[in-house]
Structure formats: structure tokens, C-alpha cells
């Protein structure tokens, strides 16, 4: 199993850490802590009055802390892959258009 919180580092540094490693390393912890009691506990597998408990423990954790990165997709297996292009298809006709209908006019009558 992979462990998804980044390594700490060997030396201990006696400067002020970052906001974001701090909070980096929070969602981290409630990442990991979430992921093993729906794991181990069956009762974290059901839903309670927040609702379904797995999406609180592993989901909720685990959408936070891919927005702390900036929400950075995965990169791709092989670099020199190529990049599917969507398919569109083109229509052969012109777009269809509304016809033009004379506004409807109200006769006022005139005193005579």
C-alpha cells in the first residue's frame, strides 16, 4: 500500500513550516486515519445522520487536499503518447432559423 502523505524530512528545521505543508500534512493525517476506520470498523462503512460515512472519512479529506494542490491531474503513463483529439461531427446543412412572422397588430378604433 502506498502511503499518499509525503515523506518527512531527516532533518528537523528550526524555521516556521509553511501554511500549506501544515495543512497539507492535517489532510493528510485525516486522509489516512478516515481510510482506516472504514477499513477496520464496518459501522464507518454505513451511513449515520451526516449521511454516508465513507464520503466524510475518505472522500471529503481526500477532494480537500487535491484542491490544497491546485487540483492537479495525473499525468499521463508515457510522455511521447499522443493526446486524443475529440471527434466532432460537422453539420453539412446550415442551422435552422426561425421564420420571420409579422408582429401581430392591435386595430384601435377611432372616434369619428
Same mark, same amino acid.
Given at each position: 500500500m502506498?502511503?499518499?502523505?509525503?515523506?518527512p524530512?531527516?532533518v528537523?528545521?528550526?524555521?516556521?513550516?509553511?501554511? +500549506?505543508?501544515?495543512?497539507?500534512?492535517?489532510?493528510?493525517?485525516? @486522509?489516512?486515519?478516515?481510510?482506516? @476506520?472504514?477499513? @477496520? +470498523?464496518?459501522?464507518?462503512?454505513?451511513?449515520?445522520?451526516l449521511?454516508?460515512?465513507?464520503?466524510w @472519512?475518505?472522500g471529503?479529506?481526500?477532494v480537500?487536499?487535491?484542491?490544497?494542490?491546485?487540483?492537479?491531474?495525473?499525468?499521463?503513463?508515457?510522455?511521447?503518447?499522443?493526446?486524443?483529439?475529440?471527434?466532432?461531427?460537422?453539420?453539412?446543412?446550415?442551422?435552422?432559423?426561425?421564420?420571420?412572422?409579422?408582429?401581430?397588430?392591435?386595430?384601435?378604433?377611432?372616434?369619428?
Amino acid at each position: 500500500m502506498v502511503d499518499p502523505c509525503p515523506p518527512p524530512t531527516a532533518v528537523m528545521s528550526t524555521e516556521a513550516r509553511a501554511p +500549506l505543508s501544515v495543512l497539507d500534512e492535517i489532510l493528510c493525517t485525516v @486522509l489516512a486515519v478516515g481510510t482506516v @476506520l472504514v477499513v @477496520l +470498523l464496518p459501522a464507518a462503512r454505513g451511513d449515520s445522520a451526516l449521511g454516508w460515512l465513507p464520503m466524510w @472519512l475518505i472522500g471529503m479529506p481526500a477532494v480537500a487536499w487535491w484542491a490544497l494542490h491546485g487540483f492537479a491531474m495525473p499525468r499521463r503513463a508515457v510522455e511521447g503518447a499522443p493526446v486524443p483529439v475529440a471527434v466532432t461531427s460537422r453539420r453539412t446543412a446550415p442551422q435552422a432559423r426561425r421564420r420571420v412572422r409579422p408582429a401581430h397588430r392591435v386595430e384601435v378604433r377611432r372616434a369619428a
